[in-house]
């Protein structure tokens, strides 16, 4: 999933990938009163975490966001660096 992300990154760059968190998917036929088909998955964080690393960025930190009355789903950012020389 983030391999050509991390081919295409300077080494030393930094990748900032982030969204909402889940083992669900969705399927809305409407958004903002217009039809629509598309899928969104969720992933928990563990496995999101799992296939950045796997694709060699070495994850420095990441930011967690549970939901409140604002904020419906779990969120999540992870900040990754790709090291300098592989």
Do not use: W
């Not at 999101?48 to 930190?61: F, Q």
């Amino acid at each position: 999933m983030f391999d050509e992300f991390y081919r295409t990154l300077a080494p030393g760059g930094h990748l900032l990938p982030g969204g909402h968190l889940g083992d669900e998917h969705l399927s809305p036929a409407r958004s903002f009163g217009h039809p629509v088909s598309y899928r969104s998955y969720f992933l928990p964080l563990p496995r999101l975490a799992g296939l950045l690393r796997r694709s060699g960025p070495i994850v420095t930190a990441r930011m967690e966001q549970e939901p409140d009355g604002r904020v419906k789903r779990r969120s999540a950012c992870l900040l990754a660096r790709k090291p300098v020389r592989p």
